[in-house]
């Protein structure tokens, strides 16, 4: 009883709430959380996919590495620590028995949209990109827009310059932040005249306030973007850095179901 009596309060053991959970016959969903791998690697998924490390998780949540790292790895630790990885990494995380049907949830209360629905529009406005600075295929997530140039892996498109109109579908990791600084620099040094990026709308980012905040526009689009069929558990948001004024009328009839926000002038 006072095993229970703790879960209820949300502290104890892992081990003890797998027990519970398995008496009860209920899992672990998530809005949010990859619907594949045990518990543990679905939580990790989530956490990688938003581009967030374990170093920079644990600081966040005001522990070190090391309870993370065992809760992903072995599904061992606390409660607590597991609730606040959760609430952290925004999961949406709820309980339900086996008859519940979490792809038909995720249906249900979210709009998917294709990613050719979010970038054939933006093909007919803007025509032929001069350069896609990144690989095509960045985890799983293709864009259906070809370039004229294409710098491959082995480049570093992050060393060498971008010029004309490019599309930029960054890593969502560590690398991330350098990526948008670098379409933020390449437009203002005039060597790129304009920057289109795909990206995940965390706008609680450091990066995000200083290279896209109010310098570029952004369509903040409605609905989970899905790659190659599979939705990714994050905002999307297309940030346009050179955008004019008869660019962002077009995007804005284009996106008529998005939140279009234009750079301060």
């Not at 008496?23 to 690697?41: A, F, H, K, T, V």
Request: proline content about 7%.
């Amino acid at each position: 009883m006072p095993t229970v009596r703790l879960l209820e309060h949300g502290k104890g053991t892992i081990e003890s709430l797998d027990a519970v959970l398995e008496c009860l016959n209920l899992e672990i969903y998530g809005d949010r959380l990859p619907r594949s791998g045990n518990r543990g690697e679905r939580i990790a998924g989530l956490r990688k996919a938003r581009g967030i490390s374990q170093r920079d998780l644990a600081k966040e949540i005001g522990v070190s590495p090391t309870p993370i790292i065992t809760i992903e790895n072995h599904w061992r630790g606390r409660v607590e620590t597991l609730d606040t990885i959760l609430s952290a990494l925004d999961a949406g995380a709820f309980l339900a028995g086996p008859d519940f049907d979490a792809e038909a949830a995720v249906r249900n209360t979210h709009q998917f949209r294709s990613v050719s629905s979010v970038m054939d529009p933006l093909q007919e406005i803007v025509g032929t990109f001069d350069l896609s600075p990144c690989p095509n295929v960045i985890s799983g997530r293709e864009l259906p827009i070809k370039a004229r140039k294409e710098y491959a892996a082995a480049d570093d498109g992050l060393r060498l310059p971008w010029t004309g109109t490019v599309i930029l579908n960054p890593p969502y990791n560590d690398d991330l932040p350098a990526w948008v600084r670098k379409a933020h620099d390449e437009y203002e040094r005039g060597t790129a005249s304009l920057v289109v990026a795909m990206l995940p709308a965390w706008t609680d980012r450091a990066w995000w306030h200083l290279y896209v905040a109010d310098v570029a526009a952004v369509i903040f689009l409605r609905g989970t973007v899905a790659f190659s069929g599979e939705a990714h558990p994050m905002p999307s948001a297309l940030a346009i850095w050179g955008a004019t004024e008869t660019l962002l009328s077009k995007v804005q009839d284009a996106y008529p179901e998005s939140w279009v926000i234009g750079p301060r002038k």
